[in-house]
């Protein structure tokens, strides 16, 4: 069916290159545009109620093996052990793996330290951004991706990401630089990102917000808007070719 259509468009180079490799058709790779909310009003109640006087390590999305869950589950216990004073935190909608929800998996692989991985539940984007932003940094170990929406609100909000290399993360922020890149499925490696973390300085964690924000103006929507508008020029002028 793919090689019926004019063209073909990917946000990212992790999707776009396997996809062309399968269909043996050329994939032009333009990012999603991403606006930054211009919401004046958050909704701090559950930051206040669950979160309040709270250290915390943070994933948002949807709570799945896909997106890294199980890997962080192999080393959650040894994370809160580590840094007793801070909590795991999960928002979003909840998947199931055999009969057990994600969250259900995560408190049995943490043992003792349980009583640390909070569920945020479901929430709006107006509860969620004031917890993002306050989060010690954002994990979003994903096995694959596609230029996710998530990794790009993280970076706006936080600007402290630990994402995984050949995910698309790669493609959004550089390692060290403005966000972290570990192995994907490599649960002692996002261990080692996370102790990074820990052990940077104000200073190191404001720079590296600083060139989160720069790298995301490559979003921006009359940036994206008009490589798509060029490329939908290309395609018009391609099928008049094709149905002269």
Not at 93 to 113: C, D, F, P, W, Y
Request: proline residues 4%; aromatic residues 10%; contains cysteine.
């Amino acid at each position: 069916a793919a090689r019926k259509f004019n063209g073909v468009i990917s946000p990212s180079y992790a999707l776009g290159i396997p996809f062309s490799q399968d269909t043996k058709r050329k994939v032009t790779i333009i990012a999603t545009p991403f606006s930054p909310s211009n919401e004046t009003y958050e909704d701090i109640s559950i930051l206040k109620t669950k979160l309040l006087n709270k250290r915390y390590f943070l994933f948002f999305g949807r709570i799945s093996p896909d997106k890294g869950i199980i890997t962080i589950s192999r080393c959650i216990k040894q994370i809160l052990t580590q840094y007793p004073d801070f909590y795991f935190c999960f928002a979003g909608e909840e998947a199931v793996l055999k009969g057990k929800s994600m969250l259900q998996i995560l408190k049995s692989s943490a043992q003792r330290e349980r009583n640390r991985v909070i569920y945020l539940g479901n929430l709006s984007r107006k509860q969620l951004y004031p917890i993002v932003r306050n989060a010690e940094c954002v994990v979003l170990p994903s096995l694959m991706d596609n230029l996710p929406n998530a990794g790009l609100e993280a970076m706006w909000l936080n600007g402290i990401v630990i994402g995984t290399r050949g995910a698309s993360f790669d493609e959004m922020f550089e390692d060290n630089i403005s966000g972290f890149l570990m192995e994907i499925d490599n649960s002692d490696d996002l261990i080692n990102k996370i102790n990074t973390v820990m052990h940077m300085s104000k200073y190191e964690k404001d720079q590296m917000r600083l060139e989160a924000k720069k790298r995301l103006k490559r979003y921006e929507s009359k940036i994206v808007g008009k490589e798509l508008e060029r490329y939908y020029q290309y395609i018009l002028k391609k099928r008049g070719k094709f149905n002269g």
